[in-house]
């Protein structure tokens, strides 16, 4: 269904958990697969530029909004392709809720994403930045991508190494050849969670890391945890107006991380690949000077977690992104590293 109506019922703000976003070309909203492709098929055969919306959860779209084509996906669909005593193979179309699905593989007694429970968006979304959260990340469970090729006109299958996960990214990440039209999870049938390996969540949960909790649990005790920092969606709490975390936690080499200790003292950090080390951002972001509720016009950090930034209802992109820039540049002169957004930005930049 395409809607070219008039450009206040156009605004990409209704479909941004930001809320900010000007008016979008036209929207077209797809709830089979058919339609998805046959929309995107008709913006690359008239040269059209092609935005994909999914929950809107993961993108900060600019004020004077996105002059192309908006497809929206709500497509949906769970369906069991490969079973055996020990595991599932599920087929997920894109357009379907995560949380729904998160929520359906724990009643199901199918183990692997439950520690990604109340992450917003749609399960084709997760693929796209590898989602991840509490020491679970979608790369642990996908076993093939079901995309539109729009270069070679083509659907493919496409395996995990094919989508080249990383840390937050992937090959789909800052990329429009790809439609995702479907995910494959290869899920455990168990009623325990995967092993435990967020510090904060065994603490929690009373247990210690590499140990496993009932499903339920898991999932309970990281929706209450996820609750407490704004992190699950709630339209009552302006805290949640965001796109989650706005800057990834920077990744540094050990040689530049020595020098800093050295210069800054002690600071929390973890491994990262191949000998880098990974420091959270949010701890950065306090000691530059940037408190939870820290202000700009109409926009702040939310009261609940430092690296979530909100729009209180009357903010526009331009302050928030004024926001963001305040606060990297604060971290850069402080500390001298360089944070950068972790949601996809659209006719706009930091
Ligand atoms: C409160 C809150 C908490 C969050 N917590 C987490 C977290 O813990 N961990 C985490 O990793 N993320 C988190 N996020 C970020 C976000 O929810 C995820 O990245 C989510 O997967 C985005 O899904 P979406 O459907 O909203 O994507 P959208 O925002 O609609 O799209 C994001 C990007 O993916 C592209 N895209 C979407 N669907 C497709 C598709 N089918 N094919 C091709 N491209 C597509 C879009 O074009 C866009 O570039 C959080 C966000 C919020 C608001």
């Known amino acids: 269904m395409t ?7 156009r605004m990409l703000a209704a479909y941004t958990t930001l809320r900010l976003g000007g008016p979008a070309g036209t929207v077209t909203t797809a709830v089979d697969t058919g ?33 192309g084509e908006v497809l929206v996906l709500r497509n949906r669909g769970v369906e069991v392709i490969a079973e055996s005593a020990g595991e599932v193979v599920v087929r997920v179309a894109s357009g379907e809720p995560w949380d729904t699905f998160v929520a359906y593989a724990v009643t199901r007694g199918w183990s692997g994403v439950e520690c990604l429970s109340g992450i917003p968006g749609a399960a084709g979304s997760t693929p796209i930045q590898n989602v991840g959260a509490y020491g679970q990340e979608v790369a642990h469970t996908i076993a ?65 890391a ?28 302006r ?71 909100t729009n209180r209802g009357t903010g526009t992109t331009a302050a928030l992104l004024e926001l963001a820039r305040t606060i990297r540049d604060g971290v850069r002169d402080r500390f001298g590293v360089e944070l950068h957004p972790e949601p996809v930005l659209i006719n706009c930049a930091l």
Not at 161 to 173: H, L, Q
Request: aromatic share 8%.
């Open 239 to 309: 805290d949640t107006w965001s796109v989650g975390s706005f800057f990834t936690n920077p990744v540094v080499s050990a040689a530049f991380f020595a020098e800093l200790t050295a210069a800054r003292g002690e600071l929390p950090h973890w491994p990262g690949a191949d000998g880098t080390v990974k420091i959270p951002a949010a701890w950065l972001i306090e000691h530059a000077g940037f408190p939870k509720g820290f202000a700009g016009a109409g926009v702040a950090i939310s009261g609940k977690h430092t690296l979530a930034l």
């Open 35 to 67: 339609e998805a492709i046959a929309a995107v098929r008709r913006a690359t055969a008239g040269g059209r530029p092609l935005l994909v919306l999914a929950g809107g959860s993961n993108v900060v779209i600019g004020d004077a909004g996105f002059a």
């Open 144 to 208: 093939a991508v079901h995309a539109y090729d729009r270069i070679d006109d083509v659907q493919r299958e496409m395996t995990p190494a094919e989508c080249r996960f990383g840390y937050r990214s992937s090959v789909f990440k800052h990329n429009d050849r790809y439609l995702v039209t479907a995910v494959d999870f290869r899920l455990t049938r168990e009623d325990l969670s995967s092993p435990i390996r967020y510090a904060e969540l065994a603490r929690q949960l009373g247990v210690e």
């Open 3 to 9: 809607d070219t109506s008039p450009t206040a019922d």
């Open 210 to 237: 590499g140990d496993r909790v009932p499903l339920e649990l898991a999932r309970e005790t990281v929706l209450k945890l996820r609750a407490g920092k704004g992190m699950v969606l709630d339209p009552e709490d």
